[in-house]
């Protein structure tokens, strides 16, 4: 039979109400001696006493707990920062909920609702496409929300993104100063505010260059079903620019599948053609040893997710003192916070690598009004 606060106060012939405030960590607060709190966890240890987790968080409204969404967790880049933030949540003393979007819209406000139905102390959020509502009855509520890679710019709430755009743009310029002119790019998800961004890093460094932005050189790939479009892409571009000199991808996924391409096809990807992509994977090293690759700083991205969540900025500030927060209590600040990717260039191999001294800039605070 499982024990109760009951069998607690029975045994060591105290009150109940005693035994649950310091179980509840408010011992010192009621008053209550070191003596007999010592006392307290003994019994409950030897008794093999299990905390009824739910009733607590009614009781604190503190759960403990974190909600994460992210749109695909085979994806390598979104699994490696959901093992940053569940190790960062573990640091602070706090479990992790991961959920999938599956990058559909109901879905992901589904989870959103369940979450929120769960009383998560805050949600992490991998935004799908244009989906909107759930988020901004989180953000209308004050309810703690972090979103991480993609955001939506008009909305006011807490945000990690990467410099997209300067990052592709040092990527394309890379391979413009190794001599490749006719640089194609192959993107997906044009919806999404990051992709256009790397775009128009793409383009600013041809312009520069005095290149054009060739449309023959656009390669648009529809997300689902995107291993027969990645094949359909290059097949185009390639039958349009046979002299096709580069290729930039704007996510490692479409890079993968494009390196299956030139396999099947008998291409020769490392001779002849400058290669650059948005995050690598461990498989690039082989496939393509020489292509130029911005690495996502991924365990700071998960480390200060959690941490602007939990509000260690506010208590850094002496504004928010999260020990103290209740349900219905949400931070005075909303903290952008924006993650620029420095480069640097090792001359030797001509990859392109991220500092992995992650500098954080452009912070901006903007009070509301509660």
């Excluded at 996924?253 to 994977?281: M, P, Q, S």
């Excluded at 090293?285 to 602007?308: C, D, T």
């Excluded at 952008?336 to 500098?359: A, P, S």
Aim: charged share 25%.
């Amino acid at each position: 039979m499982k024990t109760s606060l009951k069998d607690i106060a029975e045994t060591l012939k105290l009150s109940k109400t005693t035994i649950s405030w310091v179980l509840s960590g408010k011992g010192d607060e009621k008053g209550i001696s070191l003596a007999t709190q010592e006392k307290v966890f003994q019994c409950a240890k030897q008794l093999n006493y299990q905390p009824n987790l739910l009733a607590r968080s009614l009781n604190t409204g503190i759960s403990g707990t974190i909600g994460l969404i992210i749109p695909d967790i085979t994806d390598s880049f979104y699994s490696k920062v959901a093992r940053s933030i569940e190790k960062e949540a573990e640091t602070q003393g706090y479990s992790l909920m991961i959920c999938s979007s599956e990058s559909e819209i109901e879905r992901e406000n589904r989870m959103i609702r369940l979450f929120k139905a769960k009383q998560v102390d805050g949600i992490i959020v991998a935004p799908t496409k244009v989906s909107k509502i759930e988020i901004q009855n989180l953000v209308k509520e004050g309810y703690p929300l972090v979103l991480f890679d993609r955001y939506f710019p008009e909305m006011q709430t807490n945000y990690i993104i990467i410099d997209n755009e300067g990052s592709s743009y040092e990527l394309v310029k890379k391979m413009i100063d190794n001599g490749s002119s006719k640089i194609a790019i192959i993107t997906t998800n044009p919806h999404l505010r990051t992709m256009n961004m790397r775009r128009e890093g793409y383009a600013r460094a041809l312009i520069e260059a005095n290149l054009p932005v060739d449309p023959d050189l656009y390669g648009e790939v529809t997300f689902v079903d995107y291993e027969k479009n990645v094949f359909k892409t290059l097949d185009q571009i390639f039958s349009k620019v046979p002299d096709v000199d580069g290729f930039f991808f704007t996510t490692h996924i479409l890079a993968l599948e494009a390196f299956r391409y030139f396999y099947e096809k008998g291409i020769n990807i490392n001779k002849g053609y400058e290669l650059a992509c948005i995050h690598g994977v461990s498989a690039f090293r082989v496939l393509a040893p020489n292509m130029n690759i911005a690495r996502m700083p991924i365990e700071e991205i998960g480390k200060n997710a959690v941490r602007i969540l939990l509000g260690e900025y506010q208590i850094s500030l002496g504004k928010f003192d999260r020990k103290k927060r209740s349900r219905n209590t949400c931070p005075a600040m909303f903290i952008t916070l924006v993650m620029i990717l420095h480069f640097f260039f090792n001359h030797l191999t001509g990859l392109v690598k991220i500092n992995n001294d992650i500098k954080l800039t452009n912070v901006t605070i903007k009070k509301i009004a509660l």
